[in-house]
């Protein structure tokens, strides 16, 4: 038998930029405040790029219709770990590494954490088998800072149903403690971290949310 070649380490070393995530339970209003975000950091002259998981390029966004898809009831959780995982591996070589490597802001809807979170705590696998899946997937990309938008489960699902016209995805459809484990497992990951974590109340009006957060990445322009 041939010795196997030696396979380097894949880490993609992180360039200049900064990149930010946003993560929590559903109807946490990220999409707002990415947006409010994404306004004030362009008026101070940065080159932000949007991105939201999955998704984000033409395969990613193709890997998004299975995953997300109601019909699909007979989906593993293997399965699904893989497909969040390929997806994330697309986006980030083709869109997130090449914009931070030109030294720009990247602001993303969800990223690891999520499957940490939902895989993990909600679909109860093992954390650290997706934790390598994850870096794998990633080249070990981490995220400078990790914006955790928190709030009840049962005003988040509230939220959804009066603001939604469409069908809901199969995350959504699952049953509540499904989604309080999901919870508890973000507000878990940032104690764990508290340096790269910035939880806020998602209870609060959309202003005050936007100004907590604008104070924290503020600390990382200068
Ligand atoms: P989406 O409609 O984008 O929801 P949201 O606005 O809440 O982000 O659907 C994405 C769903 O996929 C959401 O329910 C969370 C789930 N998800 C995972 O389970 N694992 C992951 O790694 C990611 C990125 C998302």
Known sequence: MGSMPSTPAVGRSKAAGLFVTFEGPEGSGKTTQIRLLAAWLSQRGADVLLAREPGGTRISDGVRGLLLNPAHIEMRPE????????????????????????????????????????????????????????????????????????????????????????????????????????????????????????????????EEIHAEIQRRVEGWLR
């Open 79 to 206: 399965t699904e770990i893989l497909l969040f995982s390929a997806a994330r591996a697309q986006l980030v070589g083709e869109v997130i590494q090449p914009h931070l490597a030109r030294g720009g802001v990247v602001l993303c809807d969800r990223f690891a954490d999520s499957t940490l979170a939902y895989q993990g705590y909600g679909r109860q696998l093992d954390l650290g088998v997706l934790r390598q899946i994850t870096a794998f997937a990633t080249g070990s990309l981490t995220p400078d800072l990790t914006i955790c938008l928190d709030l009840p489960i049962r005003e988040g699902l509230r939220r959804k149903q009066s603001g939604d016209q469409g069908e809901w995805n199969r995350f959504e459809r699952e049953q509540l403690e499904f989604h309080e484990r999901v919870r508890a497992g973000f507000l878990a990951l940032a104690s764990a971290e508290p340096a790269r974590w910035l939880v806020v109340d998602a209870q609060q009006p959309v």
